[in-house]
């Protein structure tokens, strides 16, 4: 049972393929401006799915977090510095980059429930599975 997919997964893993074969030079520059999303990792446990997203150096009250017809959105929104004449940056290599990544939710997840914490930058979100009820058992006997 999968809990998510990438809304573009398709086109995503071609792109991926096709990209990834492209000289290093053409890969660094145009793939990362323009199909920058943080990787993700998922993991299931018998009460709950656990998403994991690489944040490293984002600040927890720029992400917004949404559920809505069972998509789960990710967002990160980049906030413009103020400029100080005091200040002169001689070199920029960090970036920080708007995205939005979304999920399709399986039915199994409690989305009134989900749990999200940002800790040494990854987002981490708690899904917890639906309580589903057993199905009885049935003796069907043989005639």
């Given at each position: 049972?999968a809990?998510v997919?990438?809304n573009?997964r398709?086109?995503?893993s071609?792109f991926?393929?096709?990209?990834?074969?492209?000289?290093?030079t053409w890969?660094?520059?145009?793939?990362?401006?323009?199909f920058?999303f943080?990787?993700v990792?998922?993991?299931?446990?018998?009460d709950?799915y656990?998403?994991?997203l690489?944040?490293a150096g984002?600040?927890?009250?720029?992400?917004q977090?949404?559920?809505e017809?069972?998509?789960?959105?990710?967002a990160?929104?980049?906030?413009e510095e103020?400029k100080?004449?005091?200040?002169?940056?001689?070199?920029r290599e960090?970036s920080?980059?708007?995205?939005?990544?979304?999920f399709h939710l399986?039915e199994s997840v409690?989305t009134?429930?989900?749990?999200?914490?940002?800790?040494?930058g990854?987002?981490k979100?708690?899904l917890p599975?639906?309580?589903?009820?057993?199905?009885?058992t049935?003796?069907?006997n043989?005639?």
């Amino acid at each position: 049972m999968a809990l998510v997919k990438f809304n573009n997964r398709i086109s995503n893993s071609v792109f991926d393929e096709l990209f990834n074969h492209f000289p290093a030079t053409w890969t660094n520059g145009w793939k990362d401006n323009y199909f920058h999303f943080p990787p993700v990792n998922i993991h299931e446990t018998k009460d709950a799915y656990h998403l994991e997203l690489n944040a490293a150096g984002l600040s927890k009250e720029d992400f917004q977090l949404n559920v809505e017809d069972g998509l789960l959105t990710i967002a990160f929104e980049k906030k413009e510095e103020t400029k100080s004449e005091d200040y002169k940056t001689v070199r920029r290599e960090f970036s920080q980059r708007s995205f939005k990544r979304s999920f399709h939710l399986d039915e199994s997840v409690d989305t009134d429930n989900i749990q999200a914490k940002y800790e040494n930058g990854v987002l981490k979100l708690h899904l917890p599975k639906k309580e589903q009820t057993k199905a009885a058992t049935k003796q069907i006997n043989i005639q």
